[in-house]
């Protein structure tokens, strides 16, 4: 294992256990805690790397970089329940974001909504039971000039229709 | 790499500039924004690289990804310069014959050329199209020009000028008085004269000061700070350092939304480059002066574009807002005085060096100067990003370079100023775009965003649609946003559900004026306004969803029907091939009828009637 710089994690020699968190994503985590904490106001950026290692933040982890950054629990907690960027439920294998802008809406993202979460019985902000989609919904993504915009994993896919996006869904199992 | 100095930068100026459009040369600039990269303009790239390279026109044909062009719906866009010509909607398949005809043949591909939607006719070259021909770009002046990626193209258009003279010819007071007299004021929204900002924060005495960049731009419908990022990220690099000499600043941040992330990465390339030739870090340009800058990710929330809120985010707290004095100017990030600008603004500030402030004052109207950036979008034909001189009346705007409303149908409102401003109807259409007219007619000029709506758009659901916004981004430190902003999204869903009652309009307007004074940030002291603008102007819609429990313009499913019109039905069948759940029966020559047992009111029907026989 990779040693960090200071001696911080020699407390937190016993990580928690945690099912979704393997060896290697405590290694990394370690790495990116051992990289911000002398940063003032780091905790938000160290949440986000974090966030993209596990693919969301379980409270076992909060926990540990609120030890790491040497801050109040309470305060990692508030900073993570505040931003919307920060989950703390695990998310389905394809994130579907919708993007809920206004040039989207008045052209019909609200249909093509309502269809991929009546087709595959999954609430907005909800993971579907098999785990197959997480559907969020977003804030502008500023790509306007596509409107209605979706973005699945990392594909952004312009100009959707409600009566297309099954189809194209399909495609991601 | 060396650092460079004043001459140096001269010198590479001219060496850069001979390279960018060389003669003999074609430049095939193909945009690499986000909407064109979603559209599949980097596959279009990696083609046109291969095929000129197997066709040996390396020497005299250079492919260049550039940042968005601005004309976002037609993605991948084409530029070939020195000739001009505008392809649209290029497929990887297309790459060969275009090459072959335009580069090798000289002759424009007709078929990929620009079609007006008015005319229908092919235009070829870009400055002829009417939705550039009215432009006046200053702050997108690179755009599409330049390979945002490259130092040496930003330089050789004048790039890190504006900075060297700031730097070496002028005094801060000189920068502050040449911001003043150019009457530039804050893009983002607010429209405070920023010259008068930098003032503030040169007096306020302290060692440390910041300059913070907002590229937290999330206006629903506002996209100029991204494509300004990623077309021409130097600019605004050089902007905050022109700032940071102006107040005496070494630290800066760019706060950008973590929704942009191609926007952060070719800012990130642009700092590390601009530190590599020592236009930011110790010692800019031999001057003596010291600046550098950070980027800083938001993590989506909505009231971190406001100027207090962003500081505490930038501070690793939740981004809630503190009330106003001390202004930031006195005490902002961590209690140091700080001047927060706006993308946009920043990237005008190095024209205002270079040719003046009175040149920038040359346009626009008697409070509102010079240029500004709109990203139109919604129902209009051409959508996209556009700068016009302050003063354009809205109806150029939508309809000379926004090129009219498309599908034949009529227009209902714009939307101006996003979740914080209003629809504006026809008869205030030929409203110039100036921060007061703007005013003057229930909407803000806020950062840019238009959004045109047509005859199918209802109201009352948009004004739902806005507070729905609010209502979840209001961050909930002060009461009458946290709890009136809730119950206007109520009153409002009670409305579109067809459960509206006549005192609910009074009530919405009350509680609206109350959640403006009271609020204590410009979330709350806005976020009624677009409740406001359509009760003033679209009042009628109100009254028949309460009244007659109808949405005219057939958006609101609870107000709907699910019927056939015989009358109007022509029995074409297409509700009942769209229909997902077959919900709908049809024979030929029979008129259609729905079953609302097994509808699930998705719309789809509606949209795909051409007739409007269903109600």
């Known amino acids: 294992m990779q040693q960090q710089k200071g001696d911080w994690h020699m407390a937190l020699s016993i990580k928690p256990e945690h099912p979704d968190i393997t060896e290697q994503m405590w290694v990394d985590i370690d790495q990116i805690i051992a990289d911000h904490r002398n940063t003032p106001g780091a905790v938000i950026t160290v949440l986000r790397m974090s966030q993209d290692v596990v693919g969301y933040l379980p409270l076992e982890m909060i926990d540990y970089i609120s030890y790491g950054l040497n801050l109040p629990r309470s305060s990692v907690y508030g900073v993570a ?93 | 790499m060396v650092k460079l100095s004043v001459d140096g930068l001269k010198k590479l100026q001219e060496k850069a500039a001979g390279e960018l459009m060389k003669e003999g040369r074609t ?328 040719k003046g402030g009175t040149w920038y004052a040359s346009v626009g109207t008697e409070t509102s100067k010079g240029t500004k950036v709109f990203a139109i979008s919604g129902d209009v034909n051409n959508i996209g990003l556009v700068e016009v001189p302050m003063g354009t009346p809205l109806r150029e705007l939508i309809y000379d370079v926004g090129g009219g409303i498309p599908r034949k149908r009529k227009f209902k409102a714009v939307q101006l100023g996003g979740p914080s401003g209003g629809c504006i109807p026809e008869e205030h259409l030929d409203t110039p775009v100036d921060f007061e007219e703007i005013a003057k007619v229930g909407a803000i000029m806020g950062s840019g965003g238009v959004i045109v709506m047509d005859d199918h758009t209802c109201m009352v659901d948009m004004a739902r649609f806005f507070m729905d916004f609010i209502q979840d981004e209001s961050c909930g430190k002060c009461t009458p946003c946290r709890e009136g902003t809730r119950r206007l999204q109520e009153l409002l869903v009670k409305i579109c559900d067809g459960r509206g009652e006549p005192e609910d309009i009074q009530k919405m307007e009350e509680l609206s004026y109350v959640i403006k004074e009271s609020s204590l940030c410009g979330l709350g002291q806005t976020g009624p306004n677009p409740v406001l603008s359509t009760l003033r102007y679209f009042r009628n819609e109100y009254e028949a969803h309460i009244y007659e429990k109808k949405c005219p313009a057939k958006r609101c499913v609870n107000l709907l029907d699910f019927e056939v019109n015989p009358e109007l039905c022509t029995m074409c069948g297409l509700c009942f091939k769209a229909c997902p759940v077959d919900a709908v029966a049809w024979k030929k020559k029979e008129v259609a009828v729905i079953d609302k047992e097994i509808c699930i009111k998705c719309m789809t029907c509606f949209d795909k009637c051409k007739f409007g026989a269903i109600f």
């Open chain 2, 27 to 354: 430049d095939l600039l193909i945009c690499g924004g986000t909407g064109c990269h979603a559209t599949g303009s980097i596959k279009v790239i990696d083609v046109a690289r291969n095929e000129v390279k197997a066709r040996g026109l390396e020497n005299t044909v250079k492919v260049v990804e550039t940042g968005c062009n601005g004309f976002c719906a037609l993605g991948p866009i084409m530029v070939v310069q020195p000739e001009g010509i505008f392809y649209e909607k290029i497929k990887p398949e297309d790459v060969p014959e275009l090459i072959e005809s335009q580069v090798l043949k000289k002759t424009p591909l007709e078929r990929l050329l620009f079609k007006d939607p008015v005319t229908k006719k092919r235009i070829p070259r870009q400055d002829d199209i009417p939705f550039f021909h009215n432009q006046l770009p200053r702050a997108l002046r690179n755009k599409g020009i330049i390979n945002p990626e490259s130092i040496d193209d930003y330089i050789a258009r004048d790039g890190y000028k504006g900075l060297a003279k700031a730097l070496t010819e002028m005094t801060p007071e000189d920068i502050i008085e040449q911001m003043k007299i150019s009457g530039l004021r804050g893009r983002g929204g607010a429209g405070f004269p920023t010259g008068i900002k930098w003032g503030f924060a040169r007096q306020s005495p302290g060692d440390v000061k910041y300059v913070l960049c907002n590229a937290d731009e999330g206006d629903p419908g506002a996209f100029m700070d991204r494509s300004i990022l990623e077309a021409d990220p130097h600019a605004v690099v050089e902007g905050m350092v022109i700032a940071a000499k102006a107040i005496d600043s070494h630290r800066g941040y760019v706060y950008c939304r973590t929704e942009y992330p191609l926007a952060v990465k070719r800012l990130g390339l642009a700092i590390k480059d601009a530190r590599e030739h020592g236009l930011l870090g110790k010692d800019i340009l031999g001057s003596g002066f010291d600046f550098d800058v950070e980027i800083y990710q938001g993590a989506g929330a909505f009231v971190c574009g406001e100027e207090t809120a962003l500081m505490r985010s930038i501070e690793g707290k939740r981004g809630m807002p503190r009330p106003r004095p001390p202004f930031p100017a006195h005490k902002g990030l961590w209690e140091k005085p700080t001047i927060l600008n706006n993308v946009e603004t920043f990237a005008n500030v190095s024209q205002i060096m270079i």
């Open chain 1, 81 to 173: 329940s505040f931003y919307s960027l920060f989950s703390f439920v695990p998310k389905g294998r394809h994130v579907i974001k919708i993007c809920m802008g206004t040039a989207c809406y008045v052209k019909g993202i609200k249909e093509v909504m309502d269809r991929i979460s009546y087709t595959f019985k999954v609430a907005e902000g909800e993971t579907s039971e098999d785990r197959r989609f997480s559907l969020e919904s977003v804030r502008c993504l500023g790509a306007c000039g596509l409107a209605p915009v979706i973005v699945i994993g990392h594909d952004t896919l312009g100009d959707v229709k409600s009566d297309k996006i099954i189809d194209i869904l399909e495609n991601y199992q």
